[in-house]
Structures are given as C-alpha cells and as structure tokens.
C-alpha cells in the first residue's frame, strides 16, 4: 500500500493504494501515527484505490480517527467501493467517520455523501 499527502481545499487529503490489510498496515504504522500527530487540519482519506480492507485497515482508521478527535479534528473517507464500502457499512464506521463519494461531494461543491446510499 502507497499513502500519498496534499492539501486540497483546507483538508489534509492522504490517498491510498492497494490493499489495507494486516502486512500492509503493519508496514505504514508510523506512517498513520505521523500523520495524527502532525496534522493541523482535518484529514481525508481517499480511498478510490484501496481493493481489499480486513480488521486491520479497519484499526487503522479507527486509530486514526481517535488521534484526530483528540486534536479536536476530524476524519472523513471519501471514494470507497466494493469490499471496503461493504466493510465499512457492515462495521457502522460510517457513522463515526463521515464517507462521502467524492473531494467534491465532501467540500459541499456537490452535496452528495455515501450515508444511505
């Protein structure tokens, strides 16, 4: 899995690739702790390109999330799909953490978010 960062529109967006599972995870550990320790702004992961997310992905987000809500920011998914948007309907985590289709959908410049869809 590749994490790459940038800021767009006043978020911290991380995109992500491949796979979220146990190796891969395991791999990026400090990468996510970084990334909760050193944002200044609310943090997006783009998941357009993530294919296959098990429990581990799943702590990572929730792991994230956390560090986050502490620093009184906040987490938000945007591009799930497939497995991973089943995954995360089927855990509930898109009622903590915000999924929203799209960079667009999520800065209001369309309106339209997962939830319920």
């Given at each position: ?38 944002a ?54 898109d ?6 289709a ?16």
């Open positions: 899995m590749k994490m790459i960062s940038e800021n767009i529109n006043g978020y911290q967006v991380v995109t992500l690739h491949g796979c979220m599972d146990v190796e891969t995870v395991q791999e990026l550990r400090s990468d996510f702790d970084t990334l909760a320790v050193n200044q702004s609310d943090v997006v992961f783009d998941m357009t390109d993530v294919n296959f997310m098990d429990s581990s992905g799943v702590g990572a987000l929730v792991f994230t999330f956390k560090r986050l809500k502490a620093k009184r920011l906040s987490l938000h998914m945007v591009g799930l799909c497939n497995q991973p948007l089943k995954l995360v309907r089927l855990l509930r985590i009622q903590s953490i915000p999924a929203h799209s960079i667009d959908d999520l800065t209001g410049l369309s309106g339209a978010t997962l939830q319920g869809s």
